[in-house]
């Protein structure tokens, strides 16, 4: 996603306002959404009205899926979304100045600045009815928190929204959610010389093949292949792996609103998002497939002990990701992900007291980072992720989605934990092993065909004669 067209109506502010910080605005604003809205248009004259005629709005995905839906006396029926749905969305947007005591701003979490932004599920739900309507601004460089494409063009991701406004109508949940952004002070990054000292050993590298998917990975650290711009494509066309994460947790598009673009030392964290819905397909085929029940515990904090790791990929294609460099803007990145205090994952910093939660996140459940329109290399993202993880002190838990690039990633991996290496001064199964043999891949690799050091019937004596050190 390029830069251009974020941040355009905030430009240099530290904070980002809610509808209700410009009295004429709110008074707008309550005046439109206290009137019944009982078809579609009346609902596209409503919005309308509270964009002044600039825009025109008919949210044709939306009466897709409610005609269709009416059609089959399905899920979410027309005379149910008017009667009940809608009016409860509406009546989120007015409770904004109750949720938030009248706060008027919020702070963006900055780029380069650590931080936390904590928010109740009825501020998230807030927020996200607010999106329904297109109210809330867009912050400086963050991406926009608005379902007016969806609404218009996008029937799946519809429903994926209408289920977590029906459950919430049910109950509104008393729990929150705390959204990070992590910072690696350039000090503590890890260069070419640190790895290629490392002593560190190689955490356990276990692959997890289809059904098996990383939303489904409870009490373990859960990748999100994330864009810089959080989210993704998520209220645009996208609806891949980020995107579908977001879709199915609705919570964690309250990230949009607020978290800028991240840097290659940046990542960011959501903890306590509930998951709503069930998909089947990717992509394109990308289905709804029903309501959740998220059964996850809640930790000391009252937060869902579920935490989701953000963290962009490099653009691989016209590269060379074998390249030093973007190896170890990699390492970082996956380390800046990964490296997270028990303040954040379990929210008891150690030493003050038992955690109420019995998940510890010892391990991280990852898979094809960067390896789909990114164009990675999916045995050296591996690698790469798995080094990363190590100096964290994370296990990898590897979901390789049936995908055959990822054909003999587990025996490879095995065969590296067990290889005896020259004793240069480096350990056998440490990082700086496998930084050395994943940095192999630039001779060994052609266009031809994968490289051999992956092919499940690599022995260990391979890696000993391929092996090189790369960072000195």
């Known amino acids: 996603m390029s830069d251009k067209g974020h941040g355009d109506e905030t430009k240099n502010q530290d904070f980002v306002a809610l509808p209700f910080d410009s009295k004429e605005r709110w008074d707008l ?39 269709a839906e009416e059609e089959a006396e399905s899920f979410f029926q027309k005379r149910t979304f008017f009667a009940e749905i809608l009016p409860f969305i509406q009546s989120l947007v007015l409770k904004l100045p109750e949720a938030f005591k009248e706060r008027k701003r919020l702070e963006l979490l900055k780029i380069n600045h650590p931080g936390m932004r904590r928010f109740s599920s009825l501020q998230c ?49 008393d729990r929150y959610v705390e959204i990070f952004r992590n910072v690696l002070p350039k000090e503590k990054a890890f260069d070419s010389e640190k790895l290629a000292e490392s002593k560190t050993p190689l955490k356990p590298f276990e692959v997890k093949k289809r059904p098996h998917m990383i939303e489904d990975a409870e009490g373990l650290l859960q990748a999100d ?33 607020l978290c800028q673009v991240m840097q290659a030392n940046e990542s960011i964290t959501i903890v306590g998002a509930e998951r709503f819905s069930k998909h089947t397909g990717y992509a394109r085929s990308t289905k ?30 016209h590269t060379n990701q074998f390249s030093q460099g973007l190896m170890l803007r990699e ?50 993202k591996a690698m790469l992720q798995w080094i990363g993880c190590s100096e964290a002190g994370k296990d990898v838990v590897y979901f390789d ?20 290496v020259p004793s240069d001064g480096f350990g ?18 052609t266009s031809a065909k994968k490289p051999a050091l992956f092919r499940p019937e690599t022995r260990p004596e391979m890696w000993q004669h391929h092996m090189i050190v790369p960072f000195r």
């Open 428 to 445: 056998a199964s440490s990082v700086s092993t496998i930084v050395e043999a994943s940095i192999c891949l630039n001779s060994l690799t």
């Open 401 to 420: 989605f049936g995908d055959r690039r990822a054909a003999g990633l587990g025996e490879t991996a095995a065969n590296l934990q067990k290889a005896k």
């Open 331 to 380: 390492v970082n990145k996956t380390y800046v992900a990964v490296a997270l205090g028990d303040e954040i994952t379990i929210g008891t910093k150690s030493g003050e007291g038992e955690a109420k939660t019995p998940y510890k996140f010892e391990a991280f459940a990852t898979g094809n980072w960067g390896c789909g329109a990114f164009g990675g290399d999916i045995p050296l």
């Open 29 to 67: 604003i309550q005046k439109c959404l206290k009137k019944d809205m009982k078809n579609m248009e009346d609902l596209n004259r409503a919005i309308g009205e509270l964009h002044q005629g600039k825009v025109e709005f008919k949210n044709a995905a939306l009466a897709k899926v409610l005609k």
């Open 225 to 257: 292949f994330a864009n810089e711009w959080i989210g993704g494509g998520v209220l645009q066309t996208g609806c891949v792996q980020e995107e579908i994460l977001f879709m199915e947790k609705p919570e964690c598009l309250i990230s949009l609103f």
């Open 288 to 317: 709804f497939a029903g309501s959740f029940e998220d059964k996850q515990p809640l930790d000391g904090k009252k937060r869902i002990s579920n935490v989701v790791a953000c963290y962009d990929a490099i653009i691989a294609r």
């Open 125 to 173: 739900a807030c927020l996200n009815a607010a999106a329904f309507f297109n109210l809330l601004p867009h912050g400086d460089r963050c991406p926009e928190l608005s379902f007016a494409f969806v609404l218009q063009y996008m029937p799946e991701k519809v429903k994926f929204l209408l289920n977590y406004f029906v459950r919430l109508r049910t109950k509104m949940p």
